[in-house]
Each structure stands twice: as C-alpha cells, then as structure tokens.
T-cell receptor, first 115, second 109 residues
C-alpha cells in the first residue's frame, strides 16, 4: 500500500531561483491538493485538481506559483523567482472519488528553504 | 470565508490524564469535520472524522462529536499515553479544506 509521495523532501535554493516539486498521489485518487504550511500554522490551501483539471486556486497563490497535473496522475508545483517568504513546508494530499466527507491522505511534504 | 479556531497550546499532561482540545468553526453550509495528527517527523494523518451533525468520530481512544448548535468539534481522550505526543489539527471541508493552527500535546510519563 503506497501512500502519497513527494519529491524532493528538502530543497535549499537561493532567492530568485526557480524550484519545482513533484507529488505522486495514491493511485486511483482523482483529487489532488497542494497546501503550504509554515511553522506554528496549519496547512493553508493553495490549489486543487480533479483529474487533470485545476478547479480552484487560492487568492494567496501569486503569479509566481503554477501547478500542473497533465495526465491526472502526478502533479508538479513550480515557484518562479523564489523569495525568502516562500520558505515553508509544501504538502500534497489526495483523496478518492465518491468518498463522503473528502478524507485526504497527506504526503510527507517538501521543505523549502530560500536563502 | 471559512475558519477553524483551535485551543492554543502547548498542552502538557501526565500519562493517563484526560485530554480535551477545543475546536470551533465558522462555515457556510454543512461542512465535514476532521481531526488530523502529526507525529514528530511524520506527515499529517487522519485521526477521525464526522460528516454530519451529531455524528461522533472515534479512533485510537480519541472521540469528537459534531455539534452544529455550538459549531464545535472538540477532541477528547479519557487516558492519554506518552505515544499520543504530537500536533493535532482540527479541519473542515466545504469544497476545500480549512485547518486550524494546531495544538501541540506533550504527554509526560
């Protein structure tokens, strides 16, 4: 039973560089979510896919952030021109279709540090 | 917009003590409610859920009841163990998930 996986687990980059994170959801989960979590805070919603369609983006998601899920399986989250304020844990979660209450299964996260 | 307010931590208890972590929410419609737990060095895991008013979610000795009249979903456990030390997040789902800021629980032997 493989859970949600994320790669890389840690990323250190310099301000102004671009970074890309990958999320592999549980197979057959059609819904995929990205969240950002900073120290002492709960996860903050960024965006949501159902299959390959990006159905919602948070207003907090600046134009420097883009997410894709081209074949409805894995997803990537790219941050362009990183800023120190982007330093956070980026979480991916997936959920199966037709599940009442939308229980989400979380990956271990990618910790981004922008120097 | 939707919001979740959790009891501020950290909470420190002795083993076998009774635990309550308060959670209240603001949402339109009828959200589903969740408690997630994050053990040190691990990702978030679902602890329990309730999908409609008066439902009680339970797992591993933890319980929470969906109280629509008080918009609350307080987490309780009758006798905590050292292994329960973790961060607990209350969350709601109403089209998208909204999380509280987490409550850190430390249980001492």
């Amino acid at each position: 039973d493989t859970g949600v996986s994320q790669d890389p687990r840690h990323k250190i980059t310099k301000r102004g560089q671009n970074v890309t994170f990958r999320c592999d959801p549980i197979s057959e989960h059609n819904r995929l979510y990205w969240y950002r979590q900073t120290l002492g805070q709960g996860p903050e919603f960024l965006t949501y896919f159902q299959n390959e369609a990006q159905l919602e983006k948070s207003r907090l998601l600046s134009d420097r952030f883009s997410a894709e899920r081209p074949k409805g399986s894995f997803s990537t989250l790219e941050i362009q021109r990183t800023e120190q304020g982007d330093s956070a844990m980026y979480l991916c979660a997936s959920s199966p279709p037709f599940r009442v209450g939308n229980e989400q299964f979380f990956g271990p996260g990618t910790r981004l540090t922008v120097l | 917009g939707n919001s979740v307010t959790q009891m501020e931590g950290p909470v420190t208890l002795s083993e076998e003590a009774f635990l309550t972590i308060n959670c209240t929410y603001t949402a339109t419609g009828y959200p589903s409610l969740f408690w997630y737990v994050q053990y040190p060095g691990e990702g978030l895991q679902l602890l329990l859920k309730a999908t409609k008013a008066d439902d009680k979610g339970s797992n591993k000795g933890f319980e929470a009841t969906y109280r629509k009249e008080t918009t609350s979903f307080h987490l309780e456990k009758g006798s905590v163990q050292v292994s329960d030390s973790a961060v607990y997040f209350c969350a709601l789902y109403a089209g998208k998930s909204t999380f509280g800021d987490g409550t850190t629980l430390t249980v001492k032997p």
